[in-house]
């Protein structure tokens, strides 16, 4: 895709499965990429890989400042950091209620607010934040990943239009199910029909490069006028 070779971007929850799918298809373009995870993940290509955690604001500014002098710039981000909870809402706890926002919402927060000082610089950055069918779809015993993925989407929105005529761009990469190793797994022990799958109109789960594919198309010159969108990559879920 136009626009990646040699472009410094930071990727989050590059451990997960699709954070490295994300890696993994940005160094194939030619980008400089520092791959972000709560533990340091190893990963192929990458120009430096970093433990951070994102909740924690010392933590993210002193990640993002070492990351700007090490590639001479931040022009791209993908906040792909996030963790899910599910169960019924009046036995959920607090505490897990508050941690799943916390990953997602403020960990996006902290990495948009100490990536974007570096792409004010330069007059130029794309951003990718990552929600999920949830922030638009309802499901049951779903609510803090839901409200967690809803928020994001709208602090994605609101990020776009503050800086979209500064040269920067905002977008939400929408997932549907998504067939990573934690699903893998889930997969092989299900002993019943997968109705998640189901109501996939595309009749399966999307690989894990599939979701990078969009990420990197968010992140090229070719989304040149694509600003503060959810894009859904959900195998046509969110329309069934």
């Known amino acids: ?31 400089k990429v520092v791959a972000v995870d709560l533990v340091a993940p190893e ?81 130029d950055g794309r951003i990718v934040t990552f929600g999920s069918t949830a922030a638009v779809c309802a499901a049951p015993e779903l609510t803090s990943y839901a409200s967690a993925k809803g928020a994001v989407l709208q602090l994605t929105r609101s990020v776009a239009v503050e800086y979209a005529a500064r040269g920067i ?27 998640f799958r189901e109501r996939h109109p595309i009749g399966r789960y999307a690989e894990p490069a599939e979701i990078a594919s969009a990420a990197a198309f968010l992140l090229s010159d070719d989304s040149s006028f694509v600003v503060g969108a959810a894009l859904m990559v959900d195998g046509g879920y969110s329309c069934a």
């Open 43 to 123: 990963l192929d290509g990458v120009v430096a890989a970093r433990a951070v955690d994102v909740t924690d604001e010392d933590s993210v500014a002193a990640a993002f400042a070492e990351v700007g002098e090490l590639m001479g710039g931040i022009d791209g981000l993908v906040a792909a950091a996030g963790i899910q909870a599910s169960g019924p809402t009046h036995e959920l706890e607090l505490d897990t209620f508050r941690k799943v926002l916390d990953v997602s919402v403020i960990g996006t927060f902290l990495c948009v607010k100490h990536a974007v000082p570096a792409m004010l610089e330069r007059g």
């Open 1 to 31: 895709m136009r626009g990646l070779q040699d472009r410094g971007i930071v990727v989050t929850g590059a451990a997960g499965g699709i954070g490295a799918a994300v890696v993994e298809r940005l160094v194939t373009e030619g980008a």
């Open 169 to 195: 761009r905002a977008n939400c990469l929408c997932p549907g199910g998504t067939m990573t190793p934690m699903m893998r797994a889930i997969d092989e022990r299900r002993t019943g029909p997968d109705h």
